[in-house]
């Protein structure tokens, strides 16, 4: 879920959406409780990322088991983890009532099966499936519960019966390390890789006692014997020989400290595993003697001498190939090998082997040299001298053929050592440690039968896994089937099926034995299966080979070397040298028997069905189906969380494609086919309520009314009630939703309704989902629409309240302190005016008192001058002359002599005539007296101008108090001389 939820976007806003997914995600199964869920299947919605999430909390939290459906999943800590394997947690799950309620583990499986053996219902028999990469764990797991059925299916009540049992499960116990030393080998991806396929069958009595087992074995890679890739190694057990051997032994076998052989790479390296000691006592206790150990690393011995054995180039074809007799070697691949100081001599190593195998040496290099054909109705014999590369080839076969008599014989003793009477056991539990799928950049044969196991291992899950599904629905009272699931059969079909498939037309090139290049058996299956949906072709691939795409992913197989691997031929000569062989063992392992004999030869005339690697495989692969299918199986997928072996480090990467190959990325599909999306009836209720709005609006009256419409609260007593009424009335909002999502060319009604309610849950895909999920993101965005909506209009109101309420109290304050202002001012004003009437009346009484003075003055003492103003005696007729004369007076008032001073104004006061009452109400200012009048002009005529500044005071041009002869003007005042006799 990158940017989308399940493929669909769940909303415009890319904020908006990682919040809704974070709630999805939370309301599905919270991030927090990841690491608690036990149950893969029970994460929501089952996708791989949610899956790789949880498996990788699980495993920080040191969780290394965790269901997924009827699989358990197992991680593998990469780190000791002993209380998880002790034999109380052991005997914890054995008696826990139900131990599928405890955590996770592999004794949980091992219980569930012990117990459904207990219960006897058919199918009784158990199977366990364990499967994952090399590395992954599997033979840890298949030993981890052996140990504890050890300890679970024995308990019989006499000693003597316990002590039986005991040795029974010591036995079965003790086949692990040898079947391991034998059967595993480092490689580049497992210290300790078995290398062969292994089911084994713990056998039961009736009162659920282990009796006995028995071992089936598959494809053993024998080729490593004589092949292994650079950092492998061969089979463990040829490093114990060659490091645990005792001083007698080494000479014995010929194993001088220090030796090398071509056929032992890496062995400087020492793993646990190269625990000599631990083998040859397991195989005590399997009832191996010592002489028969000794004679078996003899001829193992015997076969690392027969690796070091060369062959040079002949000169004529006609010639055999000599044996190298240099130190220095090239070998096969052309690369040299280098032989270190002890080791032998070509000469000696072919002498050496011969004396460890106990073969005649010539023959054993003849055999090696000269290839025998028999041909004509005669079966008359040829010999012909092999070439240096068939005689290396006949060299490995020899010991490929050795090696794999060998390990079939020892899975034969350990069989009849552990192996129960058939009587004495009714019922088994049968567990598979089988490789997983392979992917290599170059594959064959080998390769291609694991991945068929693995294909047909993964129909048998996918049909289980199905059925467990299908019943889960059943439960759940579903009537839901999965007829259109495809699972693999396409590729199982282009595999193996009938009449034409890769298998047969594998095994026609080794029937028909005509010479056939690489590209022609590729040319040929391309042609022949043209029309297999799960047949590629690599176009950029130079060496011929074709693309299997299996249900894990596609293959590229190489065609080149196939046929041959097919065949297996081993040439009859070799067997009959070995027939020849001294060797008790070896006389064992290939006894003169004529039946064989006649097997193992034949003739160019007799056309006696070859029986091919593939051919054998597929039987041995059938009857194993048979009996899985004739089980109850469980599944356990070992999981290798990195490729390093490294604890605490989770790959998801690598993971991944693990939960591919096994299956589970499957298994989430087919959950996906199905219905993924579980959700309990009240979290859906809780969660969905609110889509009624949305069905209200859309389409009114296709529901019912809920009985408590509004109620979210749930209380339990009316939970139950309650719950159906409001889930029909959600799920009736589905068609309207489906509608709206459906696209025109789309109808909604072709789709089948992907919801279902279940009696506890409602289960639906992620496509419902989703449409839920967009309806509820509707609802709320409506929702969220009408709330900012009313907000929005509250918020108004509320500010327009206050913004009338701030302008009333800024008037209120503004006319208060205008109030206060003219309050201030008024009360100035009155101070003002009372000191300014205070002044005038004092103005007014200095100026009466100087005129008093100059009155006196005047009259008394000084003559005025010519020109000068004349003041009566009497202060009334002086006034009156004044004022008859002022225009005069005005003059002289002007006038550059004259009087000064107050009496000047007094003049000037009198020629405008103003009003004697009350001569402090005007003022003359002196500075108007100036400026008050600008020019004074006395015409011929009589007539005088008198011409006025404009005075800057409003009132100043205006007689205060007019009278009918005041003369007013702004500029000009124009007194002419009839106007003043009338004065
Ligand atoms: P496989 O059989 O799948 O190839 P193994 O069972 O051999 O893998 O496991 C590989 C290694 O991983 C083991 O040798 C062991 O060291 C380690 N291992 C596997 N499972 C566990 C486990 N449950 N606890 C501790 N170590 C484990
Ligand atoms: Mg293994």
Known sequence: ??????????????????????????????????????????????????????????????????????????????????QLYSPALMREYHAAPQPQKLRPHIFAVGEQTYRNVQSLIEPVNQSIIVSGESGAGKTWTSRCLMKFYAVVAASPTSLESHKIAERIEQRILN?????????????????????????????????QQMTGAAVQTYLLEKTRVTCQASSERNFHIFYQICKGASVDERLQWHLPEGASFSWLPNPERTLEEDCFQVTREAMLHLGIDIPTQNNIFQVLAGLLHLGNIWFADSKDEAQSCQLMDDAKCENKDGGLCISFGHTPREQGSIRTSASLLQLPEDPLLETLQIRTIRAGRQQQVFQKPCSRAECDTRRDCLAKLVYARLFDWLVSVINSSICADPDSWTTFIGLLDVYGFESFPSNSLEQLCINYANEKLQQHFVAHYLRAQQEEYAVEGLDWSFVNYQDNQAC????????????????????????????????????????????????????PSFIVVHYAGPVQYHTAGLVEKNKDPVPPELTRLLQQSQDPLLKVLFPMDPEEKSQEEPSGQSRAPVLTVVSKFKASLEQLLQVLHSTTPHYIRCIKPNSQGQAHTFLQEEVLSQLEACGLVETIHISAAGFPIRIPHQNFVERYELLRRLCTRTSPGSHSPSPDEGHSEWSPHTKGATLQPLLQDILHTLPALTQAAATPGDPAEATPVPVHCGRTKVFMTDSMLELLECGRAQVLEQCACCIQGSWRRHRHRKQERQRQAATLIQAAIRSWLARKHIQRMHAAATAIKRTWQKWRIRMAFLASKELDGVQEKHVSQVPLPLGSLLLPQAQTSLLEAIIRLWPLGLVLANAAVGVRGFQRKLVVWACLQLPMGNPSSYAVQTAQEQAGVTSIRALPQGSIKFHCRKSPLPYADICPEPSLHSVTGFNQILLERHSLGHM
């Open 1 to 82: 879920m990158a940017s989308q939820v399940n493929g669909h976007s769940s909303g415009s806003d890319a904020q908006g959406g990682k919040s809704l997914r974070e709630d999805l995600q939370e309301f599905l199964g919270g991030e927090a409780l990841l690491h608690e869920l036990d149950d893969l299947t029970k994460v929501n919605p089952v996708t791989l990322e949610t899956v790789l999430r949880c498996l990788q909390a699980r495993y920080a939290a040191d969780m290394f088991y965790t269901s997924a459906g009827c699989t358990l999943v197992a991680l593998n800590p990469f780190k000791p983890v002993p």
């Open 175 to 207: 086949s692990n390390p040898v079947m391991e030393a034998f059967g595993n080998a480092c490689t580049l991806r497992n210290n300790n890789s078995s290398r062969f396929g292994k089911f084994i069958q713990l056998q039961l009595n009736s009162a």
């Open 492 to 543: 199982l079909d282009l595999i193996e099926g009938s009449p034409i498939s890769i298998c047969s037309l594998i095994n026609e090139e080794c029937r028909l034995n005509r010479p056939s290049s690489a590209a022609q058996l590729q040319t040929r299956i391309e042609s022949t299966l043209a029309g297999s949906p799960c047949l590629g072709h690599n176009k950029l691939s130079r060496e």
